[in-house]
C-alpha cells in the first residue's frame, strides 16, 4: 500500500469537516474521490498535503507517517498537487512556474529532465515557455499546472477537479492525461464533480458525503451501484 | 532644486517603503516597527562614526545589518508566535504588535539617547549643481539598493520563491518553500533598507529618536500608492512623493508638506481603491 488514510479527522480550525475517514490507495492505482459540492474532498486533499493539520488519526506514505509533517516537507516524500481552481502564480512565466513546481530538486540536470518530460506530455509548455502564466486560457493553465505538478517527478499526485471549467475537447483530454501518468508510473487520487467519467478510469472508488465516506470499492462495481447512479449519474 | 531635493527625500521614502512592502505583500504584516529600527540603525551609524571613527561606507553597512537584525528577530521571536498553520488569521494581532514595538523602540531611543538632535558628521565635502554629494549619494544608493533588490526578486531562486509565495503563500508550501525561511529573508531585507536610509540620510538631517516617524509614515503611503508587490511602483511613487512635496513646500506652502502625502493617499484610493500600480 502506498498512501494510507486511517480514521482522520479534519477541518478549519474547531469546524470539523472530514470525519473519520479511512482510505488506501495501492500503488499504481488510480483512485476516484467522488462526491457532492462541499462534501469535503479538497479537505482532504489539502490533509494529505499538510495545508490542514489533522485532528486524530494518521496519514501514512510508504510506510512514514507524514500527518504532522510541515507542509513543504511534504513534496519531498514524493507526493505532489494539481490544487483546486490551478493556483498558478500567474505573474511569473510558464517557465518560473515549472521551474517552481521543481523548487525541492537541487540537481539542474535532473529538473532539465523533468522538464523535458513535462514538455513532451504538454508541447505547447515548450512553445510558451516565456509567456506569463495568467495570459493563458483555461485548458492551457490546468496543463501547465499539471506540468508543475509533475515537475517534482511523484510518485503520488492528488488531483482536485482538474477538469473543472473546461470545454468537453479540454476535459477529454485531461483524462487521457491522467491514464497516461498511470501508465508512466504515477500514483493518483482523482477528485472530480466528473463522477462518470472519473470512474471509468479508476481502478477503485470512495464515495464522501458530509465529511465521512458512505461508499467504496471497485470503479467499475461504483458504476452500476443504484445509490451512486441515482445521487452522482444522474439516472 | 526642488526636483534634487524631491528625488533624495523621495529615495528614503523609496527605500523604507520598499522593505515594507515586501514584508507586507508576503506576511500580511504593515511592519511599524520599521521606523524604530530606521532610528536605532541610525544611531548605531552614528556612535561607528562618532565613537569608532569608521568610515561612512562601513557605518552604513553597520546600520543595514542592524536593521536586518532587529527586523528578523521580530519576525523570529514576536511575529511568528501569532502565525498558526492557517497564517493570514493573525493578522490583526501582529498589526498591534508591530505598533507596539514601534513605540517601545521610539520610547527606548528616547530614554537612552534623549531627545536632543546629534550632529552626524559630514562625511565628505563638495556639491555638483547645487546639490552635495551627500545628497546625490543618497539617490544614487537607493538607485543601488533597489537594483539589487530587483534582481534578487527577479532572477535568484529564493527570489523567485519569496514571489511565489507573495501570490500564494499555501501553493508555494505545497511547492516546498519553507515559509519561514522566506519570512526571515523578507524581514531582514527590510530592516537592512530601512537601516540603509537612515544613515544615508543622516549626515543631511542629524540624527534623532522621532526621526523616523515621517519616513515611516510616507512610506506606508508609498507601499499602499505604489501598490503591494510592485519594486518598480515603489521607486516611482516615492521618488514622485518626495518631488510632489518638495514642490508643494515650495510653491504652495511649506506649513502643509506632510499633510500632503495623506492628502493624495485619500483621493487616490478613492479614484483607484487597488493605488496607482497595484496588481494584487
Ligand atoms: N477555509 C475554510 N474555512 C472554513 N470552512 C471551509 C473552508 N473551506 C471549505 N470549508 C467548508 O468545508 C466544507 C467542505 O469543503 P470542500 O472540502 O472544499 O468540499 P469539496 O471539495 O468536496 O467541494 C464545506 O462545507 C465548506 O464550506
Ligand atoms: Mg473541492
Not at chain 2, 220 to 232: A, D, E, H, K, M
Request: hydrophobic share 50%; net charge positive; glycine share 10%.
Amino acid at each position: 500500500m502506498m498512501v494510507e488514510l486511517k480514521s482522520i479527522n479534519a477541518g478549519y480550525g474547531q469546524i470539523q469537516i472530514v470525519r473519520d475517514v479511512s482510505m488506501s490507495i495501492d500503488k499504481d492505482e488510480i483512485v476516484a474521490l467522488v462526491g457532492a459540492n462541499g462534501a469535503g474532498k479538497s479537505t482532504i486533499i489539502k490533509t494529505i498535503s499538510g495545508l490542514l493539520p489533522v485532528s486524530s488519526g494518521s496519514i501514512i506514505f510508504e510506510g512514514k507517517r507524514i500527518e504532522n509533517m510541515p507542509a513543504h516537507k511534504i513534496i519531498t516524500t514524493g507526493i505532489s498537487l494539481v490544487p483546486e481552481g490551478r493556483r498558478l502564480f500567474s505573474y511569473m512565466t510558464v517557465q518560473e512556474n515549472l521551474e517552481l513546481g521543481a523548487y525541492v530538486e537541487t540537481n539542474q540536470k535532473r529538473v532539465q529532465e523533468n522538464m523535458e518530460w513535462v514538455f513532451g506530455l504538454f508541447p505547447i509548455l515548450d512553445e510558451r515557455r516565456a509567456q506569463l502564466a495568467g495570459t493563458f486560457s483555461g485548458g492551457e493553465q490546468q496543463m501547465l499546472t499539471i506540468g508543475r505538478a509533475l515537475m517534482s517527478k511523484p510518485k503520488f499526485l492528488m488531483m482536485d477537479e482538474p477538469s473543472l471549467g473546461l470545454s468537453p475537447v479540454i476535459v477529454d483530454e485531461v483524462f487521457k492525461i491522467v491514464k497516461v501518468l498511470q501508465n508512466e508510473g504515477v500514483t493518483i487520487l482523482l477528485v472530480e464533480q466528473n463522477v462518470r467519467k472519473s470512474l471509468e478510469i479508476a481502478n477503485r472508488g470512495y464515495v464522501l458525503e458530509h465529511g465521512g465516506i458512505v461508499l467504496s470499492g471497485e470503479a467499475t462495481e461504483l458504476l452500476e451501484d443504484e445509490n451512486v447512479k441515482k445521487a452522482y449519474l444522474g439516472m | 532644486m526642488q526636483l534634487g531635493s524631491g528625488l533624495i527625500i523621495g529615495s528614503v521614502y523609496a527605500l523604507v517603503a520598499l522593505g515594507l512592502n515586501i514584508i507586507w505583500s508576503i506576511t500580511d504584516i504593515p511592519d511599524f516597527a520599521q521606523g524604530s529600527f530606521y532610528v536605532i540603525a541610525a544611531y548605531a551609524g552614528y556612535f561607528a562614526v562618532t565613537l569608532a571613527g569608521v568610515p561612512f561606507p562601513v557605518a552604513l553597512l553597520l546600520g543595514m545589518c542592524v536593521g536586518a537584525i532587529m527586523a528578523f528577530s521580530c519576525e523570529r521571536f514576536l511575529y511568528r508566535r501569532w502565525r498558526e498553520r492557517t497564517f493570514r488569521a493573525a493578522a490583526r494581532v501582529q498589526l498591534l504588535v508591530a505598533i507596539a514595538l514601534f513605540f517601545l523602540f521610539a520610547n527606548a531611543a528616547n530614554a537612552i539617547w534623549t531627545s536632543k538632535a546629534k550632529i552626524f558628521p559630514a562625511y565628505m565635502k563638495g556639491s555638483l549643481l547645487g546639490l552635495s554629494y551627500m545628497r546625490i549619494n543618497v539617490f544614487l544608493a537607493a538607485i543601488v539598493l533597489f537594483i539589487l533588490v530587483y534582481l534578487f526578486i527577479m532572477k535568484t531562486k529564493p527570489g523567485k520563491a519569496i514571489r511565489a509565495a507573495s501570490m500564494d503563500v499555501g501553493m508555494a508550501q505545497v511547492l516546498g518553500i519553507n515559509i519561514d525561511t522566506v519570512n526571515s529573508i523578507v524581514f531582514a531585507m527590510g530592516g537592512a533598507l530601512s537601516g540603509a536610509a537612515a544613515v544615508l540620510v543622516s549626515p543631511l538631517y542629524s540624527v534623532f529618536p522621532t526621526m523616523g516617524d515621517l519616513p515611516l509614515l510616507k512610506a506606508l503611503v508609498v507601499v499602499i500608492l505604489g501598490g503591494f508587490g510592485s519594486v518598480s511602483g515603489v521607486l516611482i511613487c516615492g521618488l514622485g512623493l518626495g518631488v510632489a512635496e518638495a514642490f508643494g513646500a515650495t510653491y504652495i506652502s511649506s506649513a502643509y508638506q506632510h499633510g500632503f502625502a495623506f492628502f493624495v493617499l485619500i483621493l487616490t484610493l478613492l479614484l483607484r481603491p487597488k493605488g496607482l500600480f497595484g496588481r494584487v
